[in-house]
């Protein structure tokens, strides 16, 4: 089955209806205390509630969680201004992105009933490596 240039499938959702996206920002710099780390990744959290879970280290950090947009670019151009948006407010420490990962739900799912990618976010909240 074929459809025109922007044309749809039946039962397709408009474009601009927002979608799930799962994302997985990546950071990483300079040693800092792993509480200093904590805290911030805490407030972060307590910030936005959106974030699913956190995973730290005292030079890395992992945050993972489900941003509704409209499409890909608009999901990673919000994961790519979370942590320099926030690392004042938050007192987060001063690494920058080096990894970003955004798939789509059914992506996602698929992955987890294949056996990898990540698994499910468990215990959500913020912890040690």
């Given at each position: 089955?074929?459809?025109?240039?922007g044309?749809?499938?039946r039962?397709?959702?408009?474009?601009?209806t927002?979608?799930?996206?799962?994302?997985?920002?990546s950071v990483?710099?300079?040693?800092a205390?792993?509480?200093?780390?904590?805290?911030a990744?805490?407030q972060l959290?307590h910030d936005?509630?959106?974030?699913?879970?956190s995973r730290y280290a005292?030079?890395?950090a992992e945050?993972?969680?489900?941003?509704?947009?409209r499409?890909?670019h608009d999901?990673?151009?919000?994961?790519?201004?979370?942590w320099?948006?926030?690392?004042?407010t938050?007192?987060l420490p001063p690494?920058?992105?080096?990894?970003?990962e955004?798939?789509?739900r059914?992506?996602?799912h698929?992955?987890?009933?294949e056996g990898y990618g990540p698994?499910?976010a468990?215990?959500v909240?913020v912890?040690?490596y």
């Amino acid at each position: 089955m074929s459809v025109a240039a922007g044309g749809r499938f039946r039962g397709e959702e408009p474009e601009d209806t927002p979608r799930l996206w799962h994302v997985t920002l990546s950071v990483s710099g300079r040693q800092a205390p792993l509480a200093e780390v904590r805290r911030a990744l805490e407030q972060l959290a307590h910030d936005h509630p959106f974030l699913l879970t956190s995973r730290y280290a005292n030079d890395h950090a992992e945050i993972r969680y489900w941003e509704e947009a409209r499409d890909l670019h608009d999901a990673a151009a919000v994961a790519l201004r979370l942590w320099g948006e926030h690392r004042q407010t938050a007192g987060l420490p001063p690494w920058e992105i080096v990894g970003l990962e955004v798939i789509d739900r059914v992506t996602y799912h698929q992955r987890i009933a294949e056996g990898y990618g990540p698994p499910p976010a468990t215990p959500v909240g913020v912890h040690p490596y």
